[in-house]
């Protein structure tokens, strides 16, 4: 069974650009979250998509966004880059609520 | 609101050795699940051990045990006879087990454990 996969793994973006990644899950997945990874703010939960509707948001700005397909496939978006927004973003997902997560190997965003 | 800490921001440990990663939380829920994730230098997380806080008994995989203090709120790792692929980032995480609730991992700041052939 393939596990999550994230694309791309590496990107590099200028300041005030936009940005979208891709996370496809465990085939049979339907809840998939989001993570970012910083230095120096550690892991924080940015949200979760189950079966397409998002079930909970982080607290992070209306930049962030994300949308989940029909087949599971999630995306997040992140308008008018800032050099802040550098960071890990990982994608978990699992077969429903109370399950364990799995998680890709994440998407290594910079901005320059 | 739930927090976790791990104090530890370094560890190392020669290699078939025994070391143990501190972790402590604070929550006011009752059904909840803890873990503990692996992060490599690959930077994929993988999940190495969960508990749930209504068992009493500790989880054990392998080489890894925990020690679950659920009045002490507190959750340490062992991992015994280390070996070089055990050197990663380690990250204690909590989970609400609460029905409907939020199902978001909240994340300690991470150990990272350096294995000393």
């Known amino acids: 069974k393939a596990g999550v996969t994230q694309t791309p793994r590496y990107l590099i973006k200028t300041r005030g650009q936009q940005v979208t990644l891709s996370c496809s899950p465990i085939?049979?997945?339907?809840?998939v979250s989001w993570y970012q990874q910083t230095p120096g703010q550690g892991l924080q939960f940015l949200f979760e998509?189950?079966?397409?509707?998002?079930?909970n948001k982080g607290n992070f700005p209306g930049r962030f966004s994300g949308r989940q397909f029909s087949n599971s496939r999630s995306e997040m978006n992140v308008s008018t880059l800032e050099l802040g927004d550098s960071a890990l973003y990982l994608c978990?997902?699992?077969?429903?609520?109370?399950?364990?997560?799995?998680f890709g190997q994440g998407t290594r965003l910079t901005v320059v | 609101a739930q927090t976790v800490t791990q104090s530890q921001p370094e560890m190392s440990v020669q290699e078939a050795e025994t070391v143990t990663l501190s972790c402590t939380y604070d929550?006011?829920?009752?059904?909840?699940?803890l873990f503990w994730y692996k992060q490599p230098p690959s930077r994929q997380m993988i999940l190495v051990i969960r508990q749930e806080a209504y068992k009493q008994q500790n989880a054990t995989e392998n080489r890894f045990s925990v020690n679950f203090q659920k009045a002490a709120k507190s959750f340490s790792l062992k991992i015994s006879d280390s070996q070089l692929g055990d050197a990663a980032m380690y990250f204690c995480a909590y989970r609400s087990a609460v029905m409907d609730s939020n199902y978001q991992l909240i994340w300690g700041a991470g150990t990272k454990l350096i294995i000393k052939p």
């Open positions: 929550t006011s829920e009752s059904d909840y699940y």
């Open positions: 998509y189950f079966s397409e509707t998002q079930r």
């Open positions: 085939s049979g997945h339907r809840s």
């Open positions: 978990a997902s699992r077969y429903r609520g109370n399950t364990e997560a799995f």
